[in-house]
């Protein structure tokens, strides 16, 4: 019975590519809106969580990092066959939203289409990170507090919680002196220091925002991760690679490649690039099981004339390929090799192989590519 199921999948995979499944998927009608926003026609994917949003909610999505929410665009990014069963066994945005808004305050409004950036990351947070309209449970509580709690009793646990909890040997001390409290007295504690660690949380939150939601978004760089060469060893006679790439607060790293010093990932990565530009950083670092990992290098690559370059591009509607600027390398740019910016087949791209910087030896070939706000 198992086998003649993996027959049929497998059939009917050959028969419809991932993209197409993708597709079937999306135009949905739960689908055809942004689940955080409701902007329409989204075309952005968190894989994780199985929503579909749009470009600004995106963006928040991935200030969380992808241990929260791994997004991919609907078109950009090759999808495999495995990725699209996992997003649709998630159910799409009505099961999402029925997870993560079963409880939302009548006194808060989700973002529209209009909202600001700060006013979807908070919001995005506190449904996504802090889960706080998961659960329904603080709405069947009558009063988290019991009898004859008061205003300023309330006030005086807030500030004195962490300091009246007793110590491990107190506790220990006083274990033969008292029987266990009341059940009702230990679930009522219980409630009280839920309560107010949900409230440090969501001050917590509200700062994270306040520093990182004024970012508005300009564009979208996506990183090809092409291979390192000479590598520094960090372990007995080799290193286990992976790169993580930041823009701003964002994020994001390749997979680890053992035992090797000159790996190949061509692996792929997007990030949103910010309205001041900051530079894209690159970090090197070999994968330690027992202790932490090891640093093999850093660099920095300046895409404000990468995204320069696609602006223009794009007000010209020029689709030709063509070489659109260059760069010389040299000590101060931490090219190895004179860089490009291209167009081909209507997409400005860069070529570029940096030298590592604050390590012995290393280089990495990245590929980068410009994609406007627009796709």
């Known amino acids: 019975m198992v086998k003649m199921r993996t027959e049929k999948t497998a059939s009917s995979y050959s028969s419809t590519g991932p993209q197409q499944r993708l597709d079937k998927f999306i135009n949905q009608s739960e689908n055809r809106t942004c689940a955080d926003c409701g902007s329409p026609d989204p075309k952005w994917a968190s894989l994780n969580l199985g929503a579909f949003i749009c470009i600004k909610c995106s963006g928040a999505h991935r200030s969380l990092g992808v241990h929260i929410s791994k997004v991919l665009s609907v078109k950009l990014d090759q999808w495999s066959h495995e990725q699209v069963s996992s997003l649709v066994d998630l159910g799409g ?13 009548g006194n808060l409004t989700k973002p529209n289409p209009d909202s600001s950036v700060a006013e979807r990351l908070e919001f995005i947070r506190r449904k996504y990170e802090l889960l706080q309209f998961s659960s329904c449970d603080e709405a069947i509580i009558p009063c988290p507090f019991p009898a004859g709690y008061t205003k300023c009793a309330q006030k005086t646990q807030r500030s004195s919680v962490s300091s009246a909890l007793p110590s491990p040997s107190t506790c220990h001390q006083n274990s033969n002196l008292s029987e266990k409290p009341a059940t009702k007295t ?102 330690d099981a027992f202790k932490s990992d090891d640093f093999m290098g850093e660099g920095e690559i300046d895409i404000q004339p990468l995204l320069s370059t696609a602006r223009a591009n794009e007000k010209s509607g020029m689709a030709d390929s063509m070489l659109l600027r260059k760069w010389v390398a040299s000590e101060e740019n931490a090219l190895v090799k004179n860089s490009v910016i291209s167009l081909v087949d209507g997409k400005v791209k860069q070529d570029v192989t940096l030298r590592l910087q604050k390590v012995e030896t290393g280089e990495i070939d990245i590929e980068l590519e410009c994609v406007p706000l627009s796709q």
């Open 186 to 287: 230990r679930i009522g504690h219980a409630v009280r220091s839920s309560w107010v660690k949900k409230e440090l949380e969501h001050k917590s939150s509200k700062t994270k925002a306040a520093q990182a939601g004024m970012v508005e978004f300009v564009g979208l760089i996506k990183v090809n991760i092409v291979r390192g060469m000479n590598l520094a060893i960090r372990d007995m006679l080799t290193s286990d690679p992976y790169v993580i790439i930041s823009i701003g607060q964002q994020s994001v790293k390749t997979r680890v490649i053992r035992n090797n010093l000159n790996p190949v990932w061509n692996e792929c990565l997007m990030l949103s690039i910010p309205d001041d530009v900051p530079p894209l950083k690159v970090l090197v670092y070999d994968k």
């Open 93 to 105: 945005n009505s099961m999402v939203n029925m997870k993560y808004e079963a409880c939302i305050p």
